[in-house]
């Protein structure tokens, strides 16, 4: 069994790596680390550095801290000998990835991007389907309360974070891993409200490199209705849409729902990681903070009031 410590106890943390760890019969958690005290059936240290300083046996590491807190976790794990896991975004930047990803290698470690979204159930069929045909258009509605998803969570919108795209990248993240062909950045569109430094919506244009087909996304992270929105839709040569919703626990083609096994993205993470460990392996996609990145760099900045009408 892979002896694993969580590095930060979030509400992701709580909600889907802890429940996949205890799912799987490849893991023991062995410890936690977290900052702010919290009550668990494993050692649980204040920091990293403690965790080290213990010597107890761990063989990997799920990071699960804000983004702007992993390269250094990273890197400190790694140099301890631990193979990785990071909660995505990986890292803020590609020049962190990398630099990260040079040291998991120079050590023979496995370092992960866990792109939940990309072990969503339809996501499979979703990739068969573009194989066979080129869509000619895509379009993208990720709209939740970030309010909902992260209570409290006042880093969301410090300089360095990535506002609604902390939740929009997960949309990109399938795109990427469905798409046969390179996807290219255009143009963006971003609100920032009050004194926040981080965008709480976003209107991409992206277009497939190969065929041009013109993508879409609309992002939002005020979406106070209660009816969320995780959904991708691509119009395929003959008109039919292919309509994935749900985040990928839902898929139809023409009208007509698809069966599905049932979605479960972080048990899907962790067997991969596992797998990885086993073949001395790596994976780091840095396509979807690619996007995010270049979004962020060269898409136009409106900055509205306080009323997130």
């Keep these: 069994m892979i002896r694993i410590a969580v590095i930060g106890v979030g509400q992701i943390a709580r909600q889907q790596h802890l429940p996949a760890l205890a799912a799987s019969a490849a893991y023991h958690l062995a410890a936690a680390v977290s900052p702010v005290p919290v009550t668990m059936e494993v050692p649980v240290f204040a920091s990293i550095e403690a965790l080290i300083e213990s010597h107890l046996d761990i063989d990997a590491v799920a990071i699960c801290t804000p983004p702007s807190m992993r ?27 990398q630099a990260l990803l040079a040291e998991a290698r120079q050590r023979g470690l496995t370092l992960f991007a866990a792109w939940h979204s990309v072990h969503a159930a339809a996501v499979p069929n979703v990739a068969a389907l573009l194989k066979e045909n080129d869509p000619v258009r895509v379009e993208i509605s990720w709209k939740e309360n970030a309010d909902k998803w992260h209570p409290g969570a006042d880093w969301l919108w410090r300089p360095g974070a990535l506002g609604v795209f902390d939740a929009g990248i997960n949309a990109l993240s399938i795109l990427c891993a469905v798409s046969p062909e ?13 004194q926040q430094q981080a965008p709480a919506r976003a209107r991409l244009a992206l277009v497939g490199a190969r065929t041009r087909c013109p993508i879409s996304a609309s992002f939002d992270w005020r979406h106070e209705r209660e009816n969320e929105i995780w959904e991708i839709i691509w119009t395929m040569p003959d008109g039919a849409q292919l ?6 626990a839902r898929l139809s083609l023409g009208g007509k729902v698809m069966p599905l096994a049932e979605s479960r993205e972080y048990d899907g993470v962790y067997d991969s990681f596992a797998a990885l460990i086993t073949a001395q392996d790596c994976a780091l996609d840095l396509r979807p903070l690619d996007i995010v990145t270049e979004s962020l760099a060269y898409g136009t900045r409106h900055h509205q009031s306080d009323n997130f009408q």
Excluded: C
């Design 71 to 97: 390269y250094d976790l990273a890197m400190q794990a790694l140099e301890a000998g631990w193979h990785v896991l990071l909660e995505k975004p990986p890292t803020l930047t590609r020049s962190q990835a």
């Design 182 to 194: 390179a996807l290219v950045f255009e143009q963006a569109s971003l609100d920032f409200f009050a």
């Design 243 to 248: 309509l994935m919703s749900e985040g990928g």
